[in-house]
């Protein structure tokens, strides 16, 4: 029975984040960890709702009531089961999820604080860590059936956990030199250390899943060969293909890059230096693309682009402005607009925005200004209003408007067009649809024995929803495999996140 009053009693409270001048000299995560006083207190704070609207808003139907109030209680052990029940990884959302969960918490209604679902969620994570180090659990017995996973991102780690648990032979194939997709190279280490990532690894290993790293399917493996070497195949590629603007102006000049080059630059430094001050970031042709001492000019609302803010402070850059089309979002929930439970468009102050940088908004880059040498140096910017005719976009930039912006750095942060092409698509016999997805059948196979699932078939998107669809296209296989009985599936291909319309 929890606690009616919980909330009455305690306010929403977080643990302080670490000081601004000392977490941006070094790499580590922005958040220590809580402290079982201020979590036990917090999960108090939940009312066990008969109807828990967070399960709505959590596409892992996480049970968060039934966690909360074993927090409460003390009761770790069963609250680490708990919450490994539904969700492979809680180490990975309690860290970097944007918890849609508190936005339909029944304590957010009207305006009001949200139990911090998140921060519970992974000081539960890092006890199971304390407690028995991640202790794998195999299979019983194997089933003697082989899956190709194509993609180490939380879809494809997620899946070929379940897989291998419910004893298939599982291999996962990462065309890059470590394995974690995007939470390795993508997502920097103040978000999310990557000793948790590793810590993972070793129990899958331990699980009995196979890494295959630096192996690009359809290039260095064909289809057909993976085809004949398992009984099935998951493509989790994610949907790495960068917006791009050609069309702008001066996108040719040096030192106007695409988000993701910097990033993963920065972020393989940080992979090969440790904790310590890292040598400058290049391109993996040399170019350097560091931002000390630079004024760096971000263009892009979203995570990629805090992401990138966050590293040019850790970076030592010398301003950074990060450039927004739409207008500034309320600061809090429009519900006409974006009525609770749904998730609502609200100005998100990530902690990478109170280390520095200016943030302007409604702006459209009207020209990358070249410094007579080929090099960026400034970007030309007009105020823009936005509206939607038809379902397209039209900017249209206010007469008269026009500024410069000093801009050494260029990050292009605007969004995602959904998979790479490559080879591998055609081979497997699958292809893109208009948004850049590859489409799954209510099954989740996109042909034949080939599955689909994570940001590959959803579009850039959420950790979580990668894990949920992980998990419900190992369902999938499991299935499609005659495995016995059957595994757990949060969601279906056509799920959608709570809306209002
Ligand atoms: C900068 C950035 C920050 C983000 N921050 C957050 C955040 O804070 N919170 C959040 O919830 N979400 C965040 N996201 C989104 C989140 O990272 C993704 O939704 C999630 O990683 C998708 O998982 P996935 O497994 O589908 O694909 P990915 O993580 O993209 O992994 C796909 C993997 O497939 C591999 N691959 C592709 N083609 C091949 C091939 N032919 N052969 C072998 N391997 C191949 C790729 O190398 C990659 O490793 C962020 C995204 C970015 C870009
Ligand atoms: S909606 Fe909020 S208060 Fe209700 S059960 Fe979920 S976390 Fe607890």
Redesign the pocket.
């Known amino acids: 029975m929890p606690d009616p009053n919980g909330f009455l009693r305690y306010d929403r409270r977080l643990p302080a984040r670490r000081p601004v001048p000392v977490r941006i000299s070094d790499w580590r995560e922005v958040y220590p960890p809580a402290g079982e006083e201020l979590i036990r207190e917090q999960a108090t704070r939940c009312m066990d709702c008969g109807i828990p609207f967070c399960h709505d808003g959590c596409p892992l139907g996480n049970r968060i009531p039934d966690w909360n109030d074993l927090v409460r209680t003390g009761n770790w052990d069963a609250a680490v089961e708990s919450l490994h029940a539904t969700n492979n990884f809680p180490e990975f959302t309690g860290r ?3 918890a849609p969960c508190e936005a339909a918490c029944v304590l957010g209604l009207g305006g009001q604080q949200p139990v911090t679902i998140k921060q519970v969620e992974v000081e539960i994570a890092d006890a199971a860590v304390a407690r028995d180090g991640l202790r794998p659990r195999p299979a019983s017995a194997p089933t003697g059936r082989s899956v190709a996973v ?7 780690l997620a899946a070929a956990q379940q897989l291998a648990r419910a004893g298939h032979t599982v291999t996962v ?4 030199d470590a394995i974690g ?3 390795r190279y ?2 920097p280490d103040f ?1 999310l250390e990557k000793q948790h990532i590793d810590k993972r690894l070793a129990q899958l290993t331990a699980e009995g899943v196979r890494f295959r790293t630096g ?4 290039v260095d493996v064909t289809a057909e060969q993976l085809r004949a070497e398992h009984d099935a195949v998951l493509l ?3 949907a ?1 293909q960068g917006r791009d603007t050609p069309e702008t102006p001066g996108r040719a000049l040096r030192g106007v890059h695409q988000a ?1 080059a910097h ?1 993963v630059a920065a972020n393989r430094v940080v992979a090969a230096a440790g904790d310590g001050r890292p040598a400058p970031a290049t391109l993996p042709d040399g170019t350097p693309i560091d931002a000390a001492g630079k004024h760096v000019v971000i263009i892009g609302g979203g ?2 682009a805090a ?1 990138c803010l966050g590293v040019a402070h850790r970076q030592g850059a010398a301003g950074v402005h990060q450039l927004d089309l739409y207008p500034q979002p309320p600061t809090e929930r429009d519900a006409a607009r974006d009525p609770w439970p749904t998730w609502p468009w609200l100005l998100r102050n990530y902690p990478a925005h109170e280390e520095g940088g200016e943030r302007v908004f409604a702006v459209a880059v009207q020209e990358f200004v070249d410094d007579g040498t080929g090099q960026v140096r400034a970007v030309r910017i007009a105020e823009v209003t936005v509206e939607k005719v038809d379902g397209r976009r039209i900017v249209t930039p206010l007469p008269g408007s026009e500024r410069e912006i000093p801009a050494d750095l260029v990050l292009l942060a605007i969004g995602f067009e959904g998979t790479e092409q ?1 080879p ?1 698509l055609a081979q497997f016999g699958v292809t893109r649809n208009a948004r850049g997805a590859v489409d799954a059948r209510p099954d989740w196979q996109a042909a034949d024995g080939v599955f689909v699932a ?3 078939h959803r579009g ?5 929803w ?1 894990i949920a669809e992980g998990r419900a296209a190992a369902a999938a296989i499991h299935t499609y495999l005659g495995g016995v009985g059957e595994l757990p599936a949060p969601v279906d291909p056509a799920r959608q996140p709570l809306a209002a319309r």
Not at 173 to 176: A, I, K, L, M
Not at 215 to 218: A, H
Not at 460 to 464: G, H
């Open positions: 970097l999820c944007p194509v993609g180490s991102g939380p879809a494809g194939y990462e065309r890059d997709g995007l939470l993508g997502i978000k192996v690009d399917v359809g989790a590629c994610g790495l993701m990033l995570d990629t992401d490559q591998l994570g940001d590959m850039a998107s959420l950790i979580v990668a």
